[in-house]
C-alpha cells in the first residue's frame, strides 16, 4: 500500500494533498469538522505549482479606519495618496514620512516574501548571506535592526500621532502574547506585510480553499482521525474515531505539532528531548472572535481602537498578569451583509471572558450610528479550539515570533517538515512560513517530501 | 604645545585599558578625566565620613581575563573577593538560596523543586557552552555584514564556520537565547518562581525591558560570562570597592608610559581639514595628537564633542536612534547594624553574598509596569551586596555599607527627576527591603539614592544608561552603535570610540577598550 493520508482539510493540507498527487501520488484527504477558513496572501509561486487560476485576494479599503479623539476617523488605504491625504489631517509631519516608511517596509517584506515560499533557509550558509546582501547596504542594515525591534520603538521613530502609531502596532501583536513594546514586535508588522501592496499591513482574503476543493485528482473524506498507527519507526497508517483503519505509506499533518506527534502518535517513538521541546513550543492563543448581525451598515468597512501605543500596552498588561483586558484591542470588518466579525484581543486562554462580549459591544456601538445588533456570539479561545482545531485558541498553531520563525519553526528539529518518524510529514500554520500565509507551509512541506 | 600619538577622552574603565593596551605598544599617550578622579562609573568615594562606597557600578565578574593577565593587574592591586552565594527572600517568609558550593546549591533546590535540582546541572553545562560558543566574539572586532570587502567577507564566513563548528543543535540554542524572553526561556528548564525570577533578573539589568520580552535572555548570557579565575559565572568584588579596578588600570597604564590628566573636561574634538587632530579643553587649551579615541558614548561623542555638521547625515539619523533610556538606580546605605534578615535571621554566610529582591517573575513585571508608564517602581527589583561583610576596610568598625541596584527607575520619568522623586525612590527602596529585614529602617545612618539623572551629570553616561547604550539585540555586535561603524572606527578620520557604546559594551569589562586598542595598532 503506497497510500497518502493528508490530515486536515485546511489550505495547507489541500495544497500538499493536490502537489502529491499531481506527482502521482495516491492521496486521501481526512477532514475533520472544523475546517477552518482562512485568510492570508498566497504566494504566486503556490497558484504556479497547482496551475490554479481565479484567486481573489480581497482587502477592505480602507483597510484599517480609527476613530480619532476630535471625531472623524483615520483612515488608511490601499491608494497611497488617500492614506496620506487621512494622515495629513492629524500630522503633516508623518503625512510626510509615509511614503517613505512604505517603501522601507515594503523592501523588507519582500525578502520574507522570497523565504517564505520555499523551506526555511540555512543561516550559516553562503547562499543566505548573499540574499540578505542584495538587500543593499540600507536594507540589510534596516532588517538587521527592525526584526528585533519593538514595534513600539520603530514607530516612535518614525511618528509621532498615537492614532496613526496604535493603528500600526497593532499589526506587531495581533495573536501574540506580547505587546508593543516587547522585542520582536516589529519583526510580526512585516510578516503582516508580506504580499500587500506598499502601504497595507493586513493580510487579505483569499478565496484559495474554495478553489483548491474543486479541484479533482484527491480523495476527501469526512472522519476525525483518532491516530497514526506506527510500526518499527515508520507511519502504518491511520485509525479513524470510529475505528476504521487506513493503511498509508506517508501520513501529511496540518495538525500542529504538538497534536500531530504527541497525541496522535503513540508514545515512545520519539527521543525524551523532542518531547520536552515540543511540549515548550509557545502556542497560547490571546484573540476572541465575536460576530454581530447588524440591521443595517454601520459605517465603516473596518473599525479598528487602538488609541495609541499605550493603549495597546496596558491591554497587554492585564493578558501578562493573566486577566482579560479591561479595554481591550477591538478590531472589527463588516461585509455587505452586515455581518461584523470582531477580533478582540488579549482574551487569554484558560480564562473566563463571557464579560467581554458586553464591554466590545458597548466600545463598538459608540461608532455605528442607528445601527442595532440582532444577535452576537463571542467565541473565546477555548471555543475556538472546539470550532476551529486552534490548539488552545491559536490560529498559527506555534506563536510568530523570532524564536519560533524561518529554521526555527516550531522547533529546529522539525523546521524541514520532516519528523523523527519515517513517513510522518508536517504541514500545519506552525511550519514555516505558516501564521496567515495561506498554503505555503502545505506547499513547501511537499517540495521537501518531493525532493528525496 | 604637547603632542600624543593619541589623545584619550574619559578615564573610565574602557579609556583606561585603551590607554594602557597603546602605551604597552610604545605609543605617547594621555588620558583625558573631567573629574577628579579616574574610573568613570567604576569609582570608589567616600560618601560619608568613614564610609565608602562603589558609588555606581559594584561587582565585578565581566572584567575580561586577558585584559588582567595582559596588564597584570593584581600586581597594580586588584584583589577580587568572591561573592559566594544569592539570596532571595521570599514573601511567604522563606527564601531561596544559590551558592557556588555545589552540593549545597543541590540541597537548596531540592528543597524547593526536585526537578529544578536535577535540571540545574544540564542548564548550567548548557549556559556555560553558548558562553563558551560567544567568547570569541567578545575580543573581535565586529565584521560589516553590508560591506563587500575581502577582509568583511572573510570576517562574516569565519563567523558562520564558528558557529557551524559548535556542533548539532547549539547555534537553535544560540538563536533562542538572542531572540527569546528569559522568562519564557527559563520556563523551558525551572519551576520555582523565586528561582527563574532571580535568574531572569540579571536578563533585564540595564535595560528597559521586562522579563518577558523577547531579547531579555541574551542579557542573561552576557553577565553569565563572567569569568573570574576561570570560573564561569563567578561575581566578585574589588577589595577596596569597584574604583580599585579603575586605580589598578590607571596604574598599569601609567606604568606603561600612558600620562592620565585629571579635572580636564574636553570640550570639543579639534578638527581640522576633516580630521580629528586633538581635542580642545574646557579652559580653551588644545591638546594635539595624531589620533583621538573617545571612551564617551556615541551621542554625547557625536552630537556634542564631534558636532552633527562633521559627520554625515545618515550617520548623525543612526546615533539619533541610538537608545539609552537608562533605567536603574544605586542606593548606598551606611549601615550601624547589619540587616536582620525574617527569612535568615542573624549574622551568616548569605549576608557575604548577594541578595535579590526578585521573589517572581509576576514582581518584575509590575515593577516593569510603572517604568513603562513614566513612574518609578513602587516595588522595585533590587540586587544588593553587603562590601564591608568582605571588606572591613569600606566601613567604620562594627558599622556597614550596603550597595542596592534598583530597577526600574526611569530616566523619562513623569515630570522629571526632583529631590522630591529621589526620596520617593530611596522610600520605596528602604520600604520594601524593610518588608524582609524589618530592622533596615532603624539601622539606616546615611542614605545616598543616585537616580538616572544623577548618572548622566555626574559620570556623563547619557540618559543614565549603564551600558552606555541599551544591550538590546538592535544595537548589539556590528550594530552597535551603528552599523558599518562598529569596528571602533568613526566616520571623522582620526577619530576612534572605546566606550561601551560599542561592541561588546556594558559591564566593568573592559574588551571595548582593549578591541578598539588592537583596532587603532592594526592587530588582525
Redesign the interface.
Known sequence: MTRTVVIGGGADALVAAQLLAGAGREVMVIEGENASREEGWVPPEVLRALRLEGLTLEWPDPWISVPLPAGGRLELWRDMARSIESIRRVSPQDAARWPAFCKRMARLARFLEALYAAPPPD????GF?LR??RL??QG??DL???????VA?LLD?WFENDALKGALGAAGVLHLL?GP????TAFRLLHHHVGCPPGVFRPPRSNLPELLRRLPRVELQHAEVRRVAVRGGAVAGVVLQDGRELDAAMVVSSADAHRSLLELVEPGWLDPDLI?ALR?V?RRGVAARLRIQLDRSPGFVTLALAPSL?YL?RAY?DA??GRVSRQPYVEARCDAQHRVEVHVQYAPYGVDCSKLGDTVLAMLSEHWGDAAPHEGELLSPQDLEQSEGWPQGQPHHAEL???QAL??RPL?ELARYRTPIHGLWLCGAGMHPGAGITGAAGFNCAQEILRR | MASFDAVIIGGGHNGLVCAAYLARAGRKVLVLERREQVGGAAVTEEVFPGFRFSVFSYVVSLLRPEIIRDLDLPRHGLHILPLESTITPLENGDYLGQWNDHDQNRRELARHSLRDAEAYDEFGLMLHQMARAIKPLLGMAPPD????SLKNLSG??AL?RH??SLGP?R??ML??L????SA?FL??WFETEALKATKSASGIIGTM?GP?????AYVLLHHYMGELDGVFRAWGFAKGGNGSVSAAIAAAARAAGAEIRCNAEVSKVLIIRGRARGVVLENGDEIRAKLVVSGADPRRTFMQLVGEKHLPDEFVESIR?F?FRGSSAKVNLALGELPNFTCLPGRGAHLRGAISISPSV?YL??AY?DA??GEISQRPYMDIVIPSMLDPTMAPPGKHVMSIFVQYAPYHVNGGWTDERREALGDAVVDTLAQYAPNLKRAVLHRQVVTPADIERIVGLTEGNIFQGEL???QMF??RPV??WAKYRTPLAGLYQCGAGTHPGGGVMGASGRNAARAILGAP
Open positions: 543561516p550559516l550558509s553562503a548571506a540578505a546582501r543593499g547596504r540589510l542594515e538587521l535592526r527592525v526584526l528585533p525591534t519593538p520603538e521613530d506580547q513594546r516587547s522585542g520582536g520536552r515548550h509557545r499605550d500596552e498588561d501578562k498578569h515570533s523570532l524564536d529554521w526555527m529546529p | 555584514p553590508s560591506s563587500f562574516m564566513a558562520a558557529f557551524r543543535g547555534f537553535p538563536h533562542k538572542l531572540t527569546m524572553s519564557d520556563d523551558e525591558l518577558r520580552s523577547p531579547g531579555t536612534r537608545r509576576g513585571e509590575r509596569d513603562k508608564y538590546s539585540l538592535q556590528f550594530l552599523p558599518a
